[in-house]
């Protein structure tokens, strides 16, 4: 079972990673809402990639390393262990609030916007905060993987 989570957590972290990496890509070469049909095809995309990639990676990532910690009485009170489920929390609350909420819902606005249903002037084109966001992501995510790697040796918690 140790090695089965393990695996899961593993390829859960490569697609979230992926995921962040194809995102950055996208915003890169985004263009401006004003060209409207290639806006709504960047922004689908990205709520595609945030939907189908990035949500269930995290999700993955998440539930094999919560049921690796909780399964392994060695990793009670390993110190690199619980810097991983304070940082995996950190990531799968920011994922949702500053990643997938947002990404989702300019999907379906430029969509409906290049559809006619809303007026493209309501497209907030706010590329910075997502970018941003998906840096200090990855960032974290780069520490849970050298963590989990390394396993430095945190201060144990006591018994």
Do not use: C
């Not at 520490?143 to 945190?154: D, K, Q, T």
């Amino acid at each position: 079972m140790r090695k089965l989570l393990k695996f899961l957590h593993t390829i859960g972290a490569i697609g979230l990673m992926g995921s962040m990496a194809s995102l950055l890509v996208l915003l890169s070469v985004a263009p401006p809402p004003s060209s409207l049909a290639s806006y709504a095809l960047i922004r689908g995309a990205m709520g595609s990639i945030a939907t189908w990639i990035f949500f269930p990676s995290l999700g993955l990532t998440l539930v094999a390393g919560l049921l690796a910690i909780g399964l392994n009485p060695g990793y009670h009170s390993a110190g690199w262990a619980l810097a991983k489920l304070a940082t995996g929390i950190l990531i799968f609350e920011s994922g949702f609030v500053g990643i997938l909420g947002p990404m989702q819902e300019e999907a379906e606005q430029s969509a409906a916007a290049l559809a006619g249903r809303v007026d493209p002037a309501s497209l907030t084109g706010v590329l910075a905060a997502e970018r941003n966001t998906l840096w200090v992501l990855l960032a974290v995510a780069t520490v849970n993987v050298v963590l989990g790697i390394w396993r430095p040796r945190f201060t144990r918690l006591r018994d």
